[in-house]
Every structure is written in C-alpha cells, then in structure tokens.
T-cell receptor, first 114, second 112 residues
Framework: EAGVVQSPRYKIIEKKQPVAFWCNPI?????LYWYLQNLGQGPELLIR????????DSQLPKDRFSAERLKGVDSTLKIQPAELGDSAVYLC????????????FGEGSRLTVL | AQTVTQSQPEMSVQEAETVTLSCTYD???????LFWYKQPPSRQMILVIR??????QNATENRFSVNFQKAAKSFSLKISDSQLGDAAMYFC?????????FGKGTHLIIQP
C-alpha cells in the first residue's frame, strides 16, 4: 500500500516569492492534515480536512497561506508571499477519520526562504 | 483544546539498557487517544505505540511499552533493550475529535 506522498521534498525560494506543496494521502483516507514543523519542535496543525471540507483552519495564517483539497483526495498548500519565518518543514498526514486515532505522515517538504 | 508537555528535551541511554521518556497531557475530551511517534533523521513520523484512554491496560509493542496514568494525565514510554536504530526524536501526542496535538519532542541518543 502506498503511503502519503508529498512533493517537493525540498524547496529554496527568495522571500516574497510564492510556493506550493502537494500531498497525496493514502487511498480511502477521508481526513487530511497539514502540519508545520519548525526545527527542533513538534508538528503544529495548520489545517484539517474532512473530505473536501476544511473543518479546522483556525491556525492557518490566512493572509498568506491557502489550501485546497479538490475532490477530497489530493491537497495543495500555498504560501504567497513567503517570508523568512516560513522556513520550516511542512508535513502532510492522513487518517481514516479524526476519531480513529493514528495519523500516517508523508516525508515532508522542507522550505528554505532566503 | 489539548496540550502535551514533554519535559525532557534530550535523553541518552547505553545500548541494551532501558530508558523512559516522560509525557503529560491535558484534555477536555472524555474520549481520546494517546500516541508516541518516532521521527528519525529522514523526517517521516512513524507510529511507535498507541493507547486508547478508556483502556486501563497499558499498551505494549515488543520492546516498547507505556505507563498510562489517567488520573495524573501521564503517558510515559519505556524502551527496553535499546538499539542503535532507536535513536530519533520521539513525540508524544494526544488525539481526539480535532486530530492530534503534539509535544515538543525528546531527542533520544543511543550510546554504543
């Protein structure tokens, strides 16, 4: 069974440039999460989807961050414009449902903003 | 809302010895899960062990076991017979209706 796939693995951009990350969850997983992980810290939730609906985006900085999950499968997370403080790893995870417990993570996308 | 606290930024253990990683949590939910995840340097988070809060029996997975103290809201991870491959960041997490909340992690070093 294929795991959660994320791309790109690494991205280096200049500040004020846009960037997008893509995530393909495990087949059949209705719940999809985007987490932000700063160096040496635990993941922090940015947004959670149940199928196509963003059910929790309270921690998403909406002035520059946006996300979508068209058709309830793949998801993209966009930052525009990027700032120096956005340098981090962006993790995507999926699960059968929020109450089923275990999350399955992708390898993450490491963003460096210069 | 949930909070998870890991008070040990770093732990070191000799190979083949036993180490315990600490975690405390706070949640307003009555139905929740607790997890320990491992994150090796490659960055992919891997589930180590899971505990349903309604179960009194402590979960075990081979060399990994937990000490779940529900009243104290404590959820520690014990690793027996530590191996070099156990070296990683370990994250405690609490999960409920809103997904998982993670602690800041404990960096586990295995001394050969």
């Amino acid at each position: 069974e294929a795991g959660v796939v994320q791309s790109p693995r690494y991205k280096i951009i200049e500040k004020k440039q846009p960037v997008a990350f893509w995530c393909n969850p495990i087949s059949g997983h209705n719940t999809l999460y985007w987490y932000l992980q700063n160096l040496g810290q635990g993941p922090e939730l940015l947004i959670r989807y149940e199928n196509e609906e963003a059910v929790d985006d309270s921690q998403l900085p909406k002035d520059r961050f946006s996300a979508e999950r068209l058709k309830g499968v793949d998801s993209t997370l966009k930052i525009q414009p990027a700032e120096l403080g956005d340098s981090a790893v962006y993790l995507c995870a999926s699960s059968l449902g929020a109450r089923t417990g275990e999350l399955f993570f992708g390898e993450g996308s490491r963003l460096t903003v210069l | 809302a949930q909070t998870v606290t890991q008070s040990q930024p770093e732990m070191s253990v000799q190979e083949a010895e036993t180490v315990t990683l600490s975690c405390t949590y706070d949640t307003s939910e009555s139905d929740y899960y607790l997890f320990w995840y491992k994150q090796p340097p490659s960055r992919q988070m891997i589930l180590v062990i899971r505990q349903e809060a309604y179960k009194q029996q402590n979960a075990t997975e081979n060399r990994f076991s937990v000490n779940f103290q529900k009243a104290a809201k404590s959820f520690s991870l014990k690793i027996s017979d530590s191996q070099l491959g156990d070296a990683a960041m370990y994250f405690c997490a609490s999960g409920g209706a809103d997904g998982l909340t993670f602690g800041k992690g404990t960096h586990l070093i295995i001394q050969p």
